[in-house]
């Protein structure tokens, strides 16, 4: 591959605005606040923004990429991505001191693809799937293979040189490995169709069992593929839009350019329980993951699945550190029933942003509802506000959301 010298020259120049930021006292302090509260002392509740509707926030012109290379248009997004959320919504986002340069990693599968059908208006702007079920048969579960991983070692070499020159004196740069999505049923309801997963729990539960045992001796050999290549990520310090900064991962014993899944997190999730029971979750996802996550330095767990009612069986898989209460949680009984070993991750609802108006004295209280909670029982406590489809095309509701959570987070500790 080869670079334009414009793109370069957008490349370097995007750094050395990133590492203005990076290299900063704020920057440093916001990092030592979140390896505080995963050490186990919360100095304050933190607060991330993640997954964000983008094609609804560019206000200037910034947000719009020209580097024509695919894989450095992906490094270009990162920084105009991240500068923007750093100039307009910061709270406690933390930007690593280096460029990311992601490994050229190859995945074959699990040997299926979703298949569905899309609804006729073409003018549904978020486009909504009937999936199809693949799992007609109990032999059916044949169908998902062990994926092979690979890593192109000369083309690794070839992108370390070429970056070295792009950011020479600007930036320095790691390469960024696979961190695990471990959500099994996301997948399974791609495959099938949530309504056909629920149906099959009732009348078929073996062929649930069996599908959900190919996948966890599949994924076990993807962990020792991962592993015997030294594959593993341990330089984004994040895991599912949550920052992963602490004092004992990686372990002092970590090999940088060899590190393993015990060296880093993954993130588990079961989405499609929150309308089964939790002796259904214990069942069919816990029993599995009890199998996966020892071979872990740390898990979060959770994304908009209700756990509150299930805690307990939670709290039976190993190397947890976070658990997610999403807006289908009741946050008071979340924060009893939640140990207080475990971080209350709380993702404050994005529906306050889809309104038809943007209502502060809301937001205000729900930011102040969940730092109560967390706060009568103990609880170190993180707030992750994500998922966000739309902001009704006006960036502002985002960016005071963030100052109000900057704030109340800040109101909480005085």
């Not at 926030?57 to 490094?75: A, Q, S």
């Not at 920084?79 to 995945?107: A, F, Q």
């Not at 309801?189 to 729990?201: D, P, T």
Request: aromatic share 10%; proline share 6%; hydrophobic share 35%.
């Amino acid at each position: 591959m080869s670079i334009r010298p414009e793109d370069r020259n957008t490349l370097r120049a995007l750094a050395e605005r990133y590492m203005s930021y990076a290299l900063s006292d704020k920057n440093n302090e916001k990092r030592l606040l979140w390896r505080s509260l995963n050490d186990g002392k919360m100095i304050k509740p933190m607060v991330g923004i993640d997954q964000m509707p983008w094609n609804e926030l560019d206000i200037d012109g910034f947000l719009f990429c020209t580097v024509e290379d695919p894989y450095y248009r992906r490094i270009e997004w990162n920084l105009r991505s991240e500068i923007y959320k750093w100039e307009h919504l910061p709270v406690d986002m933390v930007l690593n001191p280096y460029v990311l340069l992601p490994r050229p990693i190859g995945n074959t599968g699990y040997g299926l693809r979703p298949q569905y059908e899309l609804p006729d208006n073409p003018a549904n702007k978020f486009v909504s799937k009937r999936y199809a079920d693949q799992f007609k048969e109990p032999e059916d579960v044949e169908k998902i293979k062990t994926p092979v991983i690979t890593i192109d070692r000369e083309a690794e070499v070839r992108i370390i040189s070429e970056a070295a020159d792009i950011f020479d004196g600007i930036a320095p740069t790691k390469m960024q490995g696979i961190v695990l999505h471990l959500g099994f049923w996301d997948w399974i309801a791609q495959w099938m169709g949530v309504e056909n997963c629920y149906i099959e729990l009732m009348d078929r539960p073996e062929m649930m069992h069996a599908i959900m045992e190919r996948l966890t001796t599949a994924t076990l050999s993807v962990i020792e593929q991962i592993n015997s290549q030294g594959l593993y990520d341990v330089n984004c310090n994040m895991c599912h839009c949550s920052y992963t900064f602490s004092s004992d991962l990686p372990s002092a014993s970590c090999d940088k350019d060899n590190p393993t899944s015990r060296d880093g997190w993954g993130f588990g999730m079961a989405q499609l329980f929150t309308s089964v029971s939790p002796q259904i979750t214990e069942e069919f996802e816990v029993n599995y993951m009890q199998r996966i996550f020892p071979h872990f330095g740390a898990i979060y767990y959770g994304c908009c699945d209700r756990l509150d009612d299930r805690l307990d069986k939670i709290c039976r898989m190993p190397n947890i550190r976070k658990i997610s209460c999403s807006p289908w949680s009741d946050r008071d009984n979340f924060a009893a029933n939640l140990p207080d070993k475990y971080i209350m991750s709380n993702k404050p609802s994005p529906a306050l942003l889809a309104q038809p108006s943007f209502d502060e004295d809301a937001v205000r209280a729900d930011l102040r509802h969940t730092v109560a909670a967390a706060k009568k029982y103990g609880l170190r406590l993180e707030m992750l506000l994500k998922d966000i489809s739309t902001v009704k095309n006006d960036p502002r509701r985002l960016f005071r959301w963030a100052q109000i959570a900057e704030e109340e987070t800040l109101r909480a500790v005085m």
